[in-house]
């Protein structure tokens, strides 16, 4: 099976690997505890964090560990509104941004806060000044952004974006999440969320970094663990596992996310010149080194990624599975590109280009016989 599934996890890092074996040991106890073996195990907590921190330009004191990306979005989200409620009850989201940001505004609005959704074009890029435009109105407490998109692979303005919010002095909340590993960290925002499943640590581990200075105030009960922000025991040995996926992603990044984006560009390059009624999706050059995504005219997502199955291709889809039944991505509808028979190719750390060479070959007589079936001859 060739694995071009990166972008939903990360196969687990071989260093990830034997720190997770050798925290087992030794870092299993309470860390809240003031015994010999606790405090081994906060010794090993403290130097994930502190290791983290440095990967993601950081003070160690502005991390916390949640368990999951997921709960690092909620909890940074609805964290911060709660912190700055008098600041006013406005959230600035992108269209794209990950269904986390999404569901975290929906409960935001049913609390009775507003939330302004800036679109984008079909590069699936928001426009630098509708967002500053919407940052700047009066009650923003809050904007979201993420670095990369996850389902096309487009970088956003990170930048461009800090640089409102700072103007407007409201804090930017970036979703690193298809980044933090593989490219060097945005610069400018507020609070920062990453999952460690991302970048080839165990599944488990998320990151919520809350910059000093920030109004933050848990939108949960209480707890005394990772600095009254995340409630509940810490998984001392997932995230040991998950500071030396990081260390070893970032040392390989240059090499291999150059090596990646060749494989991608190939692919980009070759599909629609392979295969008739083709659209490939997102930005050409500002993008995530691992991802590219297309979409086939007259196929269905669904019958794609099972043929592309029984071929050896562990593959993802934003599609619809039918064009009557289930609504297609978001991300596609709001970028206004082609949504059905999409594929979504993302390459692990590794991944070769002799499999890359595989895909291209078995691609244009699957998507014919699948048309055929359908009625549609190409």
């Known amino acids: ?3 071009f599934d990166a972008a939903s996890t990360e196969p687990l890092h071989p260093q990830a690997r ?16 003031l015994y010999g073996p606790a405090r081994r195990a906060r010794m090993l907590l403290e130097q994930a964090r502190t290791e983290v921190a440095e990967a993601l330009g950081a003070r160690p004191d502005e991390v916390s560990f949640t368990a999951s990306g997921t709960q690092a979005v909620h909890l940074g989200v609805l964290g911060t509104l709660h912190g700055r409620r008098r600041a006013g009850r406005r959230l600035v989201t992108s269209a794209v941004e990950h269904s986390s940001v999404l569901h975290a505004a929906g409960i935001h609005e049913r609390d009775g806060g507003s939330v302004e959704t800036v679109g984008v074009g079909r590069t699936g890029a928001v426009d630098p000044a509708a967002f500053r435009e919407a940052v700047l109105a009066e009650g923003t407490a809050l904007a979201c952004l993420q670095s990369a998109n996850h389902e096309v692979g487009t970088l956003q303005p990170v930048a461009e974006a800090a640089a409102a919010c700072a103007e407007a002095g409201v804090p930017l909340l970036v979703d690193a999440a298809q980044t933090a590993g593989r490219m060097p960290p945005p610069g400018g925002w507020s609070v920062l969320t990453a999952s460690a499943h991302k970048w080839g640590g165990p599944a488990g581990v998320g990151v919520l970094v809350v910059r000093k200075g920030t109004r933050w105030r848990s939108p949960l009960p209480e707890d005394e663990r990772e600095r009254r922000r995340v409630p509940g025991f810490e998984n001392v040995p997932a995230i040991v596992a ?4 990081l260390r070893a992603m970032i040392a390989e990044s240059a090499r291999e996310s150059a ?10 390059t070759e599909v629609p010149r392979l295969v008739p009624d083709v659209e490939v999706i997102g930005d050409p050059v500002a993008r995530a080194p691992h991802i590219v995504t297309f979409s086939c005219l007259y196929v269905e997502g669904e019958a794609l990624l099972t043929e592309l199955d029984k071929a050896g291709f562990a593959v993802s889809s934003g599609s619809s599975c039918t064009a009557s039944t289930l609504r297609p991505s978001h991300v596609l ?13 993302s390459l692990p750390r590794g991944a070769s280009a002799t499999d890359v060479d595989r895909f291209l070959a078995v691609l244009p007589d699957m998507v014919r016989r699948i048309r055929e079936d359908a009625g549609v001859k190409s």
Do not use: C, K, Q
């Open 18 to 33: 034997e720190a997770l074996i050798a925290a087992l040991d030794v870092g299993w106890t309470d860390p809240a505890r």
């Open 242 to 245: 998950s500071a030396a996926a």
């Open 1 to 3: 099976m060739a694995y």
């Open 333 to 345: 509808e709001a970028m206004g590109v082609l949504t059905h028979g999409n594929v979504r190719v």
């Open 259 to 268: 090596r990646l984006s060749a494989l991608v560009d190939r692919i980009r």
